[in-house]
């Protein structure tokens, strides 16, 4: 009986001496044969998603010493999985970030500069489009993109040609828009949408084509050069940007974004003539469209007047803490994944635009007529630089609401925007 006690005894001490053993391999990041383990994660977006994995597939394949583990989670699950998985020490190597995170992340630690012995900030500011400088902080960069992203204007040309309007001819003004958008417009004796001529929205890309269109548009800089003063109200053109924007909704009810839940899902039922949106959205267009559809670039105040677009990314950024030939493992895939082969293959699996200063001219993309309108849009595309991207956008949706809900007087509720947009950055910068 004692025999068989020891026996035991051994038999469980080797099983908690492996799986100790396995613990240690795990928190090194390599297994038994030297392997390298690295985990990635990113925020659940199945072209993104697919073709990730089909390039780590890729990587592994001419990196037989590294393993990339890859996890996705529902984007408005993804920042409090990331927060609760670092706090706890369990978060991942390597993640895929908004670019108007980055503030936020590297304020909270969560985030490492990349190492000037990978890539300089000189050879960055080089190597990529312009935009993507309004990532770097305190005059490094804690991530780098594989793609950027700009707008462009979507139509239907199946209701474009229902309503007597040429459906090979997209407006080229704003004042155009609203006019097209007028004719595509049906509402019943209720008020309520049965379909919208333009997908007005808020949440979407709406205030991003207020913020970085429309106000430079009417000859307004958003924000200072150095990020910290908003800007808006500085010129009365500002007031009136912002009039123009919420009176597509309030005053012509050409389109409102509780229409069919969002703006792209009423686009792609084929129950709103237009709508603005990024080259990500291509594929979904592609797969749910049952209609003809263009694209073509962003309206502007007065032809020939002035063109401005909105830009942005999603960086890879390695965790802080992560060091020694784990962190080497990461700057290896980083490598491989701001590649411009990746950036090319990037742009035909996912519909995003490569990085890579050298791939923006390139006239196979400029000329394509689903992508060139997005492609010409980088030239004047600015990536707005957020401190706290959630709580600006909240705030601007608040704001919006009161106006279109509670009817709250137009002027009044936008100077009362602009003072807590800056109180935002200033608590921002007052705590660095």
Known sequence: MRKHVYKLLAISLTVLLLMAAGCSSSRSGSDSKGKITITYWQYTFPSKVKEMNALI???????????????????????????????????????????????QYEKKGYIQPIPEDFMSTKQIDKTFIPMVRSSKIHGHYDGLPTAVRS?????????????????????????????DAKKMTKRKANGQYEQEGFAWDVEGQGYHTFEEVLLRQWGVTPFSEDGKKVQWNDSPNGLKAFNYWINMTKKHHIGDQNFLQNYNTAFQAGKAGMMIDGSFDIASVRSAANFKWGVTTLPVRKEGGVKSNFGSYWTNSIAKGVSGKKRKACERFLKFLISEQTQKEWLNKVGELPASASLANDKSMTSDPVYGPFVKGLKDAHATFFVDEEKE??????????????????????NQLVKSQQAIRDSYFNNR
């Open 393 to 414: 956008r909240t705030d601007i949706n608040d704001a919006v609401q009161t106006i279109l809900l509670k009817h709250a007087p137009i002027e009044k509720t936008f």
């Open 151 to 179: 707008l462009a204007l979507f139509w239907n040309k199946g209701l474009f040609e229902k309503a007597g309007l040429d459906p090979n001819n997209p407006p080229k003004t704003w004042d155009e828009l609203i006019r």
């Open 57 to 103: 597939q890729k990587f592994e394949k001419e990196n037989p010493d590294i393993k990339v583990v890859a996890q996705d989670f529902p984007y408005e699950k993804y920042n409090q999985k990331i927060a609760a998985a670092m706090n706890a020490g369990k978060g991942p190597d390597m993640m895929n970030l908004y670019y108007g995170w980055l503030p």
